[in-house]
């Protein structure tokens, strides 16, 4: 495409779309409808720009000027308690259901590693002298140690919200650099999951595996779903990079990327209930058994909620983007 050409064209059409935008509150009917139309074409412009010929002086006027008219065709909208339950009715379950084929297999392979890896300290004094001293590993492993003091040594309320913005962070980490062709996500993933092989080997070694499951399973069943969503989540959003599919890689990641910071969102809300758990039941007085039903209950209803809600809603054709109307434009491009 000759750019030159094409602004020469319809640099006409977007200047009188700017003249009625500036005098959006005085345009009779004949020219509201106009503006609807000037609207339309200048949105396809500007995709047929950014898809051939990207210029980013006129791009950025271009999308200024969508914007604008966007606004003023559309009108300002609010957030509502409607948009809050569609969210976490359809769009969230939704989304989790479609990434599905990458989350389940990432938890598989990495609780995986972390049973080979605790298998690995278990078995291998050598290796547990290379964590740290004798006198250090009884401290962490005993009765009344390290590893089961953790979970009361702060007040609950604190405790849970520390757990939960530690937790938060971590899966918006596996969304935001999963851009980035997949490593850091599988690295992060790594490390989660070391850390926990780590206790199963020491703990194991110390024949006090049965108590370390106990302080882990309640919330550890929900919190670690949900990094391994994110995780999933990140992983396909950096093959989008790699294969696009039928759709170019920009509007791929667009959509992808959409749908991850929705998913951002609700997985914050899932670490809310298993850092409420960690916080409160964890270290509470129940029996075993009891918190681990809890922790048991909880994965459950998560996994009906993806499974459910979110199978349900994508036969309906929900994808987890947002609405349509609030997407950007664009047009088909030939292969």
Do not use: K
Request: hydrophobic residues 50%; contains cysteine.
């Amino acid at each position: 495409m000759d750019l030159d050409v094409f602004v020469t064209a319809h640099s006409a059409e977007w200047d009188r779309l700017d003249a009625l935008l500036r005098r959006q509150r005085r345009l009779n009917g004949a020219e509201a409808d106009e503006l609807v139309v000037l609207y339309q074409r200048t949105a396809t412009h500007l995709s047929l720009i950014q898809s051939s010929a990207p210029d980013p002086q006129l791009t950025g006027r271009l999308s200024q000027l969508v914007a604008r008219a966007r606004s003023a065709v559309t009108g300002t909208r609010r957030a509502s308690w409607r948009d809050v339950t569609t969210f976490l009715g359809t769009g969230f379950p939704a989304a989790m259901y479609r990434t599905r084929h990458w989350w389940v297999p990432a938890a598989l392979l990495s609780l995986a590693v972390a049973a080979l890896i605790g298998w690995w300290i278990g078995t291998h004094p050598e290796v547990q002298s290379a964590i740290a001293a004798p006198d250090e590993l009884r401290q962490l492993t005993r009765p009344g140690g390290d590893y089961e003091t953790y979970y009361s040594s702060h007040p609950a309320a604190s405790f849970a919200a520390q757990v939960w913005t530690n937790n938060a962070q971590a899966a918006a980490m596996c969304l935001v650099l999963g851009a980035f062709l997949c490593f850091p996500v599988i690295w992060i993933l790594f490390l989660n999951m070391l850390n926990l092989g780590v206790g199963i080997g020491l703990m194991s070694s110390a024949g006090r595996l049965d108590t370390f499951l106990g302080l882990v399973l309640p919330h550890g069943l929900l919190e670690l779903t949900a990094v391994f969503v994110a995780a999933g989540t990140g992983l396909r959003l950096g093959w989008t990079l790699i294969d696009p599919g039928p759709r170019t890689r920009r509007t791929a990641l667009a959509e992808e990327g959409r749908a991850a910071l929705g998913m951002a969102i609700g997985l914050a809300l899932v670490l809310f209930v298993s850092g409420a758990i960690e916080g409160f039941v964890t270290p509470s007085g129940l029996p075993t058994w009891a918190r681990i039903t809890i922790g048991i209950v909880a994965e459950l209803a998560f996994l009906a909620y993806v499974y459910v809600l979110g199978g349900r809603a994508v036969r309906a054709g929900e994808r987890g983007d947002v609405a349509e109307a609030e997407q950007s434009a664009s047009v088909p491009i030939a292969a």
